[in-house]
């Protein structure tokens, strides 16, 4: 079973406006992290933001935000204020609490693209 | 901090042959991960380094594919007898046992893009 779930292949959002990418998850941990990551056509990966199974409140860092909903295993980051940098290949992973190893496990990813 | 860097960026080949990538983690960074990514897919974990160690191994990592990380610094991935289906972006990735413990994110290099021709 994938343990990461991007359903979306592709979004377009408009600039300005604010977008959705969603994420599920699978596992049987109690304790676990999740990841975004952006991937630009330059290939390197930007850490963007961390939500971790215990914390209390949904993580936000500058114009990025996640919709952790537990019940439903769904980790949806949410981008405010589209910009035209934004554009890029989107990545949610995931971080098992008993993986000794602090490996992160990917999605497929989905490719967002801002129109002007 | 200058990051994770990787050599070569770019790596073709004819089947076949042997080649080895480099990574330089981040001078502080115990862990380190190699990646494989596909085209329109995320990356997939490879193996894992703690320090000298490497402490676990990917099914995907088949018999011609071997990684060292001599003396806990850089490590080398080397693939034998390359095939057209190892064609891939290669990633590094370390990150530190500190503090933050799981909640410290990895920190990726560029990659280096086989092509088996």
């Known amino acids: 079973a994938q343990k990461i779930t991007q359903t979306q292949p592709g979004m377009f959002v408009q600039e300005k406006e604010a977008v959705t990418l969603d994420c599920t998850y699978d596992?049987?941990?109690?304790?676990?992290?999740l990841f975004w990551y952006k991937q630009p056509s330059s290939g390197e990966m930007i850490f963007l933001i961390y939500?971790?199974?215990?914390?209390?409140q949904n993580a936000t860092e500058g114009r990025y935000s996640l919709n952790f909903q537990k019940a439903r295993k769904s980790a949806n980051l949410v981008i405010s204020a589209s910009q035209l940098g934004d554009s890029a290949m989107y990545f949610c992973?995931?971080?098992?609490?008993?993986?000794?190893?602090?490996?992160?496990?990917f999605g497929s990813g989905t490719r967002l693209l801002v129109r002007p | 901090d200058t990051g994770v860097s990787q050599n070569p960026r770019h790596k073709i080949t004819k089947r076949g042959q042997n080649v080895t990538f480099r990574c330089d983690p981040i001078?502080?960074?115990?862990?380190l991960y190699w990646y494989r990514q596909t085209l329109g897919q995320g990356p997939e974990f490879l193996t894992y380094?703690?320090?000298?160690?490497?402490?676990?191994k990917s099914r995907l990592l088949s018999d011609r594919f071997s990684a060292e990380r001599p003396k806990g610094s850089f490590s080398t991935l080397e693939i034998q007898r390359t095939e057209q289906g190892d064609s891939a972006m290669y990633l590094c990735?370390?990150?530190?046992?500190?503090?933050?413990?799981?909640?410290?994110?990895?920190?990726f290099g560029n990659g280096t893009r086989l092509t088996v021709t």
């Open positions: 001078s502080e960074h115990n862990r």
């Open positions: 380094f703690q320090n000298e160690a490497q402490l676990e």
């Open positions: 990735a370390s990150s530190s046992q500190d503090l933050q413990g799981a909640r410290s994110p990895l920190h």
């Open positions: 596992t049987s941990d109690q304790s676990y992290g």
């Open positions: 939500q971790g199974s215990y914390d209390e």
């Open positions: 992973a995931m971080r098992e609490g008993m993986d000794s190893s602090y490996k992160l496990i």
